[in-house]
């Protein structure tokens, strides 16, 4: 009889498993101390400073890591609200845009300011700020992700692209207020706010500006 096949050894613990938890750790500790370090992030983690290094040798890399999830959660959120909101969705799914980038930018500004209004935000969403020496490195990394999602194509008129502009920074105001504990729930408020950017953007459209 041939002997019995050894059973494989178990993976070892830095899977992919256990740096999202990392993350995730890092993260609720930075929304709740509105502060961070490799230290701070390991204790969190319920890890030591070696077993969080091997995953984020640097706290540009572990700051990097939650800032890119988090834009990855906000797409998938912002894609959302604008399948929510895209006509016909409710009846056929596939008529919705499949990637954020290929909605019109009015429905992109208006999911934006929908999303600002009833995201789950805290500190951790600020994670820009989170360290003085990395702000810029940091908020360029973020102004390349938001970019692609609030561009505005070539060829939009002066005026229309203004309005736009003008709804997006409602949306970076509740966004920011919002994660920073300055502003509570919008409650009833948004969809008065979403009333009035829809009404500045359409002031632009009645007067044959192009979307």
């Not at 895209?86 to 999303?115: F, S, T």
């Not at 309005?163 to 919002?178: E, I, K, N, T, Y």
Request: net charge negative; hydrophobic share 45%.
């Amino acid at each position: 009889m041939a002997p019995a096949r050894s059973t494989p050894p178990s993976r070892p613990a830095h899977r992919p498993s256990a740096r999202e938890a990392m993350l995730d750790a890092a993260e609720a500790h930075l929304g709740a101390d509105g502060t961070l370090t490799l230290d701070s992030a390991a204790r969190a983690a319920g890890v030591t400073k070696p077993g969080l290094m091997y995953h984020f040798s640097t706290k540009e890399q572990l700051l990097g890591a939650i800032l890119d999830r988090m834009a990855a959660r906000y797409e998938r959120e912002l894609l959302a609200q604008v399948a929510a909101r895209h006509p016909g969705a409710a009846d056929d799914l596939a008529d919705a845009p499949a990637d954020l980038a290929e909605a019109p930018a009015d429905q992109r500004h208006l999911a934006y300011l929908d999303w600002a209004c009833t995201a789950a935000l805290s500190a951790a969403d600020l994670v820009i700020f989170a360290d003085p020496h990395l702000r810029v490195t940091l908020t360029e990394r973020w102004q390349e992700q938001v970019e692609t999602w609030l561009n505005v194509p070539a060829g939009v008129a002066a005026d229309r692209r203004a309005r736009l502009l003008a709804v997006r920074l409602m949306a970076d105001g509740l966004w920011f207020d919002r994660a920073a504990g300055l502003l509570d729930e919008v409650g009833e408020e948004a969809e008065r706010l979403r009333s009035l950017a829809t009404a500045l953007l359409e002031e632009a459209t009645a007067g044959g500006e192009a979307r």
